[in-house]
């Protein structure tokens, strides 16, 4: 691909550190302070009293749990950082909530479940593999650096994972849908990718 | 969220190639050679994406603002404070110069001219709905799309002469426009562009989209029928 000419963009060395930008996936940058917003829908205003999260498809219980049951569950934070497709990422952030293996190992997966569903209050879903929600990769999160999380970023609860981009952490997240066989979500079918790991780039539909 | 997503498409990366450059104080206005292009529908964006000797690479999503039918793939970028990409362009760029591009992106801020719609959008956010209006000035379906334009001056608003031409409304929320004095729009400017649409697109800054998707429930616009792109940050 050809250089631009007369373009050396931010300088290297004077970022904040070494380490921050070991830390960015290609094609990404530091956001710093900022956190862009990307949706595709008005953004709800929801009431966490009569918001639920329900597991349910392949399982072998399916439930449903409110804004209190999930407070009574064992809590998880996430510090780390999150990295949008439009290339900004965002360092050392803080998030709370509780791990999806909690919601899994109540629901009970069956043995044939490969890929979950998000779904959002908004109609918005993203697709994502099952693997890619468990193992203490994946949250179900309220706080942001220790404050309720904003609507406009997704509260009261949004899902969170962090390793994928951040498309797939759905806003205003109210089920999980297990399932067989792979389908696409909102974004996959408008040809996003659909499992977009950000450190090999896998952006739109066709990228390896 | 209601409605299919047209089945749009898309494009990989390939190179644009700089063939005409125009320049106000903050907007920049590109028309590329985009090789083996793949047509867009209107709204759809493109990736630009510049690149150093030593491989480093920004990248950035412009809305298109070319007919599909325009030879050339055109786009109006606003220059940020400190915008690695937008300054590059801004201030750098000139004809000839050859960039990284993919697209067409994106297949659900989309219209093809098929149902009656309204648009409200701010400052660049307008750049998606000039596309459609192009289009539809060429597909002979004028009739169908309604355009409310926002900006703080004339100077200011990306192709505020053209919106004007197609009979968008144009509110300026700095300056006075004609007989109108200068503020947001109102309630009953936006009445009429919204009787009889069947879906509703609004695009610009994040401050704006919530502003104008409120302003559109206002006017009875039902939350899912809102199509909503917008860019920017919070702190």
């Not at chain 2, 937008?86 to 093809?112: K, M, N, Q, Y």
């Not at chain 2, 701010?122 to 750049?127: A, E």
């Not at chain 2, 309604?146 to 009979?167: I, N």
């Not at chain 2, 309630?187 to 302003?215: H, I, K, M, N």
Request: net charge negative.
């Amino acid at each position: 691909m050809p250089i631009t000419r007369g373009f050396s963009g931010r300088p290297r060395r004077g970022r904040p550190s070494q380490d921050s930008t070991q830390r960015l996936p290609p094609g990404q940058y530091d956001t710093g302070a900022e956190w862009p917003t990307l949706t595709a829908e008005v953004t709800p205003h929801l009431v966490a009293d009569e918001w639920t999260m329900t597991v349910d498809g392949l399982v072998d219980n399916p439930h449903t749990w409110s804004w209190r049951d999930l407070h009574a569950l064992p809590g998880s934070t996430y510090f780390g950082d999150i990295h949008c497709v439009t290339t900004w990422s965002k360092l050392d952030t803080t998030f709370s909530g509780i791990s999806v293996d909690t919601l899994l190992d109540i629901a009970r997966p069956r043995p044939e479940a490969a890929h979950v569903m998000a779904h959002s209050t908004t109609g918005y879903t993203t697709n994502l593999p099952l693997d890619d929600v468990r193992g203490g990769r994946a949250w179900l999160v309220w706080e942001y650096d220790g404050r309720p999380l904003p609507p406009e970023h997704g509260g009261p609860v949004r899902l969170l994972v962090p390793h994928l981009y951040f498309w797939k952490s759905a806003k205003w997240i109210t089920r999980l849908e297990l399932m067989e066989r792979d389908r696409p979500g909102f974004w996959e079918q408008n040809g996003y990718h659909d499992r977009g790991d950000p450190w090999l780039e896998q952006r739109y539909q066709g990228d390896p | 969220m209601t409605g299919t997503p047209v089945q749009a498409p898309t494009g990989a990366w390939t190179t644009g190639t700089l063939v005409e450059i125009d320049r106000t104080d903050r907007l920049v206005r590109l028309r590329l050679d985009v090789a083996d292009r793949v047509d867009h529908l209107p709204g759809q964006h493109y990736v630009l994406r510049l690149r150093a000797d030593d491989d480093y690479t920004a990248s950035r999503s412009y809305s298109v603002a070319s007919d599909p039918a325009d030879s050339l793939l055109e786009l109006m970028v606003e220059c940020l404070p400190g915008g690695e990409v937008s300054g590059f362009l801004h201030d750098e760029a000139r004809e000839g110069d050859v960039f990284e591009v993919r697209g067409p992106i994106g297949g659900w801020f989309t219209w093809t001219g098929d149902v009656p719609i309204v648009c409200v959008g701010g400052g660049t956010g307008v750049v998606p709905f000039v596309a459609m209006l192009r289009h539809a000035r060429r597909i002979g379906a004028e009739r169908l799309i309604r355009v409310c334009a926002v900006g703080r001056t004339r100077a200011e608003l990306p192709y505020a002469d053209e919106l004007l031409a197609a009979g968008a409304f144009v509110a300026l929320t700095r300056e006075n426009l004609d007989g109108r004095v200068s503020a947001p729009p109102y309630l009953d400017e936006l009445e009429p562009l919204v009787a009889g649409a069947e879906r509703a697109y609004v695009c610009g800054s994040v401050g704006f989209a919530s502003y104008a998707t409120r302003l559109l429930g206002e006017v009875g616009v039902r939350a899912d029928s809102i199509r909503v792109e917008q860019f920017g940050a919070t702190a």
